[in-house]
């Protein structure tokens, strides 16, 4: 089973507006993170966000916020006033407290912001 | 200087050839890692190494040997590489294990196998 799913392969979204995309995971480990990494067409993996699965807020960075639904397993990317520079691929990863662990990162969603 | 340097960019390259990808970081983090990115798959964990010491071989084939001679720096060297090994290999760093760590990553090495 998959760990991470991202089901939107792609989302458009016009500047100004906000956008939210959608991740869900999969873990039996009561301790977990979850982070959102962008990626530019020029290749580079820029990390966005972090939510820890003790934090009793959502996490909050700038434009970006996490919507996090801890009973249903999602970890949403809310991304507000869209600006052209975040046409990019997002994606969702989940590192496991369970001893040493890695990132598991999802398949990535495309966004494109029109103006 | 950015946080993680890769070289080269762009790397293209026969079945034959040997060739290094570089990566160095400069947040004085403990743990490095090599991913495999191809189209529409997720990234792909191939090593890890912490202190200097390989922690995980995600199961990569022996045509890709990595060597961490230091925090600093970690290498991939190629060799006898097939077509599908035509990616983008990406390199990251973190602090350490923890839950909260991010990983931070460089630009990449898209390899091209002639």
């Known amino acids: 089973a998959q760990k991470i799913t991202q089901t939107q392969p792609g989302m458009f979204v016009q500047e100004k507006e906000a956008v939210t995309l959608d991740c869900t995971y999969d873990?039996?480990?009561?301790?977990?993170?979850l982070f959102w990494y962008k990626q530019p067409s020029s290749g580079e993996m820029i990390f966005l966000i972090y939510q820890g699965s003790y934090d009793q807020q959502n996490a909050t960075e700038g434009r970006y916020s996490l919507n996090f639904q801890k009973a249903r397993k999602s970890a949403n990317l809310v991304i507000s006033a869209s600006q052209l520079g975040d046409s990019a691929m997002y994606f969702c990863?989940?590192?496991?407290?369970?001893?040493?662990?890695?990132?598991?990162f999802g398949k990535g969603t495309m966004l494109l912001v029109s103006p | 200087e950015t946080g993680v340097t890769q070289t080269p960019r762009h790397l293209v390259m026969g079945m034959t050839n040997k060739k290094s990808l570089k990566c160095e970081q400069h947040?004085?983090?403990?743990?490095m890692y090599w991913y495999k990115q191809s189209a529409k798959k997720p990234l792909e964990l191939m090593f890890v190494y912490n202190f200097k010491e390989q922690t995980e071989n995600n199961s990569v084939p022996s045509r890709f040997s990595p060597e961490c001679p230091n925090s600093s720096h970690l290498f991939l060297h190629l060799h006898t590489l097939q077509p599908e090994d035509s990616a983008l290999y990406l390199c990251a760093s973190s602090q350490d294990y923890s839950l909260n760590q991010p990983q931070h990553f460089g630009d990449g090495t898209r390899l091209s196998i002639l």
């Open positions: 873990t039996s480990d009561p301790s977990y993170g």
């Open positions: 990863a989940m590192r496991e407290g369970r001893g040493y662990s890695t990132l598991t």
């Open positions: 947040l004085g983090h403990n743990a």
